[in-house]
Nanobody, 117 residues
Framework: QVQFVESGGGLVQPGGSLRLACTASTRIFSIDITGWYRQAPGKQREVVAAVSNSGRTNYADSVKGRFTISRDNAKNTLYLQMNSLKPEDTGVYYC???????????WGQGTQVTVSS
C-alpha cells in the first residue's frame, strides 16, 4: 500500500500563504491522479485539488484562483501552493490518490493548517 507523508502546514494570518509538500513511498509519476484533501474541524474530509499525469488539474470551487497543485516528478513530490488564505481553509491537509485508484493508500497524519489572526 502506498504511503504518503505531508508537510508544510502551520499557523498563518488571513491573506497569507503556505506551500504544502507530499512525498510518496512509490514513484509519484506512476500514479495517474494525486490530490490534496482537507478535513476541517467537525466536517468530513473533502478533496480540494487534484492533478493527473497529463497535467490536468481540478479544484474545489472554494479554492479556485487561490490554490495551485503541482507535481515534481524528479523530486517525487506533490505540492499545494495556497495563497490568500482564509479562516475557512483551516483544517488538516492530506495527500492521496482517489479512493478508486489502485494507488489509494491509508491516510497519513496530514499537516495542520490554521488560518487565524
Amino acid at each position: 500500500q502506498v504511503q504518503f507523508v505531508e508537510s508544510g502546514g502551520g499557523l498563518v494570518q488571513p491573506g497569507g500563504s503556505l506551500r504544502l509538500a507530499c512525498t510518496a513511498s512509490t514513484r509519484i509519476f506512476s500514479i495517474d491522479i494525486t490530490g490534496w484533501y482537507r478535513q476541517a474541524p467537525g466536517k468530513q474530509r473533502e478533496v480540494v485539488a487534484a492533478v493527473s499525469n497529463s497535467g490536468r488539474t481540478n479544484y474545489a470551487d472554494s479554492v479556485k484562483g487561490r490554490f495551485t497543485i503541482s507535481r515534481d516528478n524528479a523530486k517525487n513530490t506533490l505540492y499545494l501552493q495556497m495563497n490568500s488564505l482564509k479562516p475557512e481553509d483551516t483544517g488538516v491537509y492530506y495527500c492521496n490518490a482517489p479512493p478508486e485508484s489502485p494507488a489509494f493508500g491509508s491516510w497519513g497524519q496530514g499537516t495542520q493548517v490554521t488560518v487565524s489572526s
